[in-house]
């Protein structure tokens, strides 16, 4: 029975790992969950899961759990806060793996003690192998830590990847449904209701927009470049509005795999649990004889500039993607507050970009310090 650790756990990806748990309930149980302030819903999954741990953002959360949790006579619980309670987790003997599924980059030095304990981390939050993807790759190098991501397209890639020959590989290429707007060609005055419109996914409002914007498929490819140890010029995206292929591999010779599965989060979590082992799943099984047609469409860079501030700020390299990032979810958090219109996200990111300068083989002090100072930077334009 292995012990699984959810960071992130009233979100989606989190919702849906409770769901795949329950249905693997003889192969994994559940011993920690953490949350921000949604308190209620926390409630509400400790009386199913029954953790040894919760974890909550502050004090104030964990004293509002803690009442309800006394009154419906939880049991015994370990109520932790903040990214102290965060670390304790992530290194106790009990957790066998690590479902990282926090939003932001908030759970870096957590997740960080959790490769150094050698768990398995099955990896959600794209942000935090985008601003500190190469050292999170080289400490699971240095201490044999398992990431295997839950991302549908990286998920894809890496069942297509297994067991394969790095330098065999010619391209990798991940798909995007292309959000509510890869077919418009007036891009503005786009409203909020307008962008949070996924036509496949359902997701929270920050990923929606990057959707949008394609931002977040900039942040795919800078984490398949960092997971997979692949040049940018070798990633390419496509977009794919029916969602049933989510990543293909071309090799040197010519030849291509793909990875096809509906649309659904919960294969890519039962994935990163289970691997190498494949069992029965709560996905439906892909009938193609009902797909009419798969399309596939290269993405306009004029129309779509975050996915090509994406492509720069990896071939920069350095404490590039981590500005990238920090000024992305700047400009989001502003668009989503009505303070902002749509096209001013990636004008954002690209001054940004433009006014810090660039470390090369950064610390994790200095991109702390970037990430700090990128968000800063981007509320000072706004």
Same mark, same amino acid.
Do not use: W
């Given at each position: 029975?292995? *012990?699984?650790?959810i960071f992130g756990s009233t979100g989606s990806v989190g919702r849906a790992t409770i769901e795949v748990i329950r249905h693997l309930k003889s192969e994994f149980m559940i011993s920690a969950i953490a949350a921000g302030t949604n308190y209620q819903r926390l409630v509400k999954q400790v009386i199913e899961t029954k953790p040894k741990f919760v974890i909550t953002s502050d004090e104030k959360t964990k004293e509002k759990l803690y009442k309800l949790l006394t009154k419906v006579n939880a049991g015994k619980i370990t109520i932790l806060t903040g990214e102290q309670g965060l670390s304790q987790v992530a290194i106790d003997d009990e957790i066998d793996i690590?479902?990282? #599924?926090?939003?932001?980059?908030?759970?870096?030095?957590?997740l960080i003690k959790a490769i150094e304990e050698k768990k398995r981390i099955a990896l959600s939050t794209k942000e935090l192998l985008v601003s500190f993807g190469s050292i999170i790759m080289q400490k699971a190098n240095q201490y044999g830590a398992e990431i295997i991501p839950i991302?549908?397209?990286l998920a894809g890639l890496h069942q297509c990847l297994s067991g394969r020959n790095p330098d065999e590989v010619k391209k990798l290429i991940i798909t995007?449904?292309?959000?509510?707007?890869? *077919? $418009?060609?007036?891009?503005?005055?786009?409203?909020?209701?307008?962008?949070? *419109?996924?036509?496949v996914w359902k997701m929270g409002k920050k990923i929606t927009v990057d959707s949008a914007t394609l931002a977040n498929k900039g942040l795919e490819v800078i984490e398949t470049s960092r997971l997979f140890s692949i040049p940018p010029e070798k990633i390419?995206?496509?977009i794919h509005p029916q969602s049933i292929i989510h990543a293909l591999v071309e090799f040197n010779d010519n030849s291509t795999l793909a990875q096809l599965s509906l649309p659904d989060m919960r294969?890519?979590?039962?994935? #990163?649990?289970?691997?190498?082992? $494949?069992v029965k799943s709560l996905v439906q099984s892909l009938d193609l004889s009902e797909q009419k047609k798969l399309e596939f469409y290269s993405p306009h860079q004029n129309r779509f500039p975050a996915l090509k501030l994406a492509y720069q700020a990896l071939k920069t390299d350095g404490t590039a993607p981590c500005i990238f990032n920090a000024a992305n979810e700047v400009a989001v958090g502003y668009f989503l507050a009505g303070k902002i219109g749509f096209n001013m996200i990636p004008k954002i990111i690209d001054r940004t970009l433009k006014a810090l300068p660039i470390i090369n083989n950064p610390t994790l002090l200095d991109l702390l310090k970037y990430e700090e100072r990128a968000l800063k930077y981007a509320e000072r334009i706004i």
């Open positions: 029975m292995k *012990k699984v650790a690590l479902v990282m #599924a926090m939003s932001g980059t908030k759970g870096i030095i957590p991302d549908s397209e995007a449904s292309g959000g509510p707007f890869f *077919k $418009r060609k007036n891009m503005s005055n786009i409203s909020i209701s307008e962008a949070l *419109k996924h036509p390419e995206v496509l294969l890519c979590i039962q994935y #990163a649990l289970t691997f190498p082992k $494949r």
